[in-house]
């Protein structure tokens, strides 16, 4: 429309675009691990560095490449000022209190969008690595058996997010944040805190 | 093909495909309780008489509708010989058991389908009606309570289903059952039974 086609400035939209594009992609075929941000600015067709300048981190291109609108370090950031004995509480209401925000619709969409895609490694990308390395930095999880409570939990938040905010399940759907946080917490900090079977 | 075009005959194929087609109309638009027999008889232009010979009752062809392979009667039945202590864990084994087994591809095929429509009330129903249903009829729940309970066992299954068989997250994926039952079970007993918060 602009005439500015062809060329793709650094930082122009288009550049933004074909880097979350690259992203996206790798991501999707190889993993986080297994996706550099190298690659994806080779994908791009742009330097490594303006990846960095415009991305930040890995984690936050991963972030910005599937749409998730915050870090789940800064949801989950509240971890390291509470009692031991109230993680699984806090985790309840950090992500409900998240979820049930500004970020609702955004959220539902990615979700449907994951599920439906039988390809898609995000979700898996997202709860192995992301979640699992916010959850261990900040909830100082036994190295040992991080892995498995991580799943264990996302589990848990993974099935409430699916009634309250895509099946719609009463009493789940219209529970407050308080009542989630009474149900579903001494779950969640079983899972974080408890002895292993 | 066979010149059988127009006329539909009772029990032939296309008058029982014009009966779920009418039933998943119904159930999807009114719910389990809302939708009758009959009116999905009407809709499919056949006796009622008729849908109740070839589906069974209205549970039996809701399950037929959509394509849900076996009644959650007979998989929960086995909750009436076991300890109530050992209720949770024995929910976790057949369930687990039921979607380990022959009923993998149709089970993640519905799921997905049905996490896919956002007009479809397919999942809520079949949790809301038939699972409660079936759990309080199995394992002997408090009615006034029985609807927060099975909806908070549906959240921590349905969480399961999710990261086992459909993002196929790690260790969830690979564990056995009986690890599974060891790590869940104790979630779903203190749904089930213990006092509510």
């Known amino acids: 429309m602009t005439g500015r086609r062809g060329g793709?400035?650094?930082g122009s939209p288009d550049t933004r675009g074909a880097v979350l594009a690259s992203a996206r992609t790798l991501f999707a075929e190889r993993g986080f691990t297994g996706t550099s941000v190298r690659a994806v600015a080779e994908g791009a067709g742009v330097d490594a560095?303006?990846?960095?300048?415009?991305?930040?981190?890995k984690r936050e291109l991963f972030l910005a490449a599937v749409a998730i609108p915050l870090d789940p370090a800064v949801?989950?950031?509240a971890l390291h000022s509470v009692p031991r004995a109230q993680l699984g509480?806090?985790?309840v209401r950090a992500v409900i209190g998240f979820w049930d925000g500004d970020h609702r619709e955004a959220g539902i969409a990615l979700l449907r969008a994951?599920?439906?895609?039988p390809e898609s490694t995000i979700l898996r990308t997202f709860i192995g690595d992301i979640i699992a390395g916010a959850l261990g930095a900040?909830?100082?999880l036994d190295p040992d058996t991080a892995a498995t409570r991580t799943a264990l939990v996302a589990s848990q938040i993974g099935g409430i997010l699916l009634l309250r905010y895509i099946v719609g399940l009463d009493p789940i759907a219209s529970m407050s944040v308080d009542e989630l946080a009474a149900h579903i917490g001494p779950t969640v900090q079983r899972y974080l805190t408890d002895p292993m079977p």
């Open 75 to 77: 949801v989950l950031g």
């Open 49 to 57: 560095a303006l990846v960095h300048h415009y991305f930040g981190t």
């Open 89 to 91: 509480e806090t985790v």
């Open 114 to 117: 994951q599920l439906t895609d």
């Open 138 to 140: 900040n909830a100082d």
């Open 8 to 10: 793709r400035r650094p």
